[in-house]
């Protein structure tokens, strides 16, 4: 039976919840990844992907509609261009990767059969899963890593 712990990349690439959005957005690029594991003092705290990242600026942009919304009246609808209040401003800028990560994190073994972990990634509707021991991160699977065992045929010596 093939394990998490064969097919896992053993080289986790790691994000600090402290990073910016956009100092994430161009690591991402650079590493031609798409998330990463959140870690903190070596400790495993959640991940984060561009869908996060969207995700969180999808819900402020409805957020910040709805205020304005509220800010206008009937009568002034549109006729002038609505100032959120400061505080609200700053809410909006300058995010973090601890603003857009997902704490709830899905984890396996390294002895985890790796058709659960498939079978994770379908229920959860999720690309990755972390593989750990404790909490330190050993490695990562995505669909891509499941995709490469169909693909050279490897899942039928399970």
């Given at each position: 039976?093939?394990?998490?712990?064969?097919?896992?990349?053993?080289?986790?690439?790691?994000?600090s919840?402290g990073?910016?959005?956009?100092?994430?957005?161009?690591?991402?690029?650079?590493?031609?990844?798409?998330?990463?594991?959140?870690?903190?003092?070596?400790?495993?705290?959640?991940?984060?992907?561009?869908?996060?990242?969207?995700r969180?600026?999808?819900?402020?942009?409805?957020?910040?509609?709805l205020?304005?919304?509220?800010l206008?009246?009937?009568?002034?609808?549109?006729?002038?261009?609505?100032?959120?209040?400061?505080?609200?401003?700053?809410?909006?800028?300058?995010?973090?990767?601890?603003?857009?990560?997902?704490?709830e994190?899905?984890?396996v073994?390294?002895?985890?059969?790796?058709?659960?972990?498939?079978?994770?990634?379908?229920?959860?509707?999720?690309?990755?899963?972390?593989?750990?021991?404790?909490?330190?991160?050993?490695?990562?699977?995505?669909t891509l890593?499941?995709?490469?065992?169909?693909?050279?045929?490897?899942l039928?010596?399970?």
């Open positions: 039976m093939i394990r998490a712990g064969d097919v896992m990349q053993a080289s986790v690439l790691t994000v919840p990073m910016s959005l956009t100092e994430l957005e161009d690591f991402l690029v650079s590493k031609r990844i798409t998330g990463a594991p959140v870690v903190e003092r070596g400790v495993l705290i959640g991940i984060v992907s561009r869908s996060d990242i969207v969180l600026l999808s819900l402020e942009r409805s957020l910040s509609g205020i304005a919304e509220g206008e009246s009937p009568e002034t609808a549109g006729t002038n261009p609505v100032r959120l209040p400061e505080p609200l401003t700053r809410a909006l800028t300058g995010r973090t990767v601890r603003d857009a990560m997902v704490v994190l899905v984890t073994s390294p002895d985890t059969a790796v058709t659960e972990v498939a079978r994770l990634l379908v229920a959860r509707h999720i690309h990755r899963v972390l593989v750990t021991e404790g909490e330190t991160v050993r490695g990562v699977i995505s890593d499941l995709v490469r065992l169909v693909a050279e045929d490897r039928r010596e399970a």
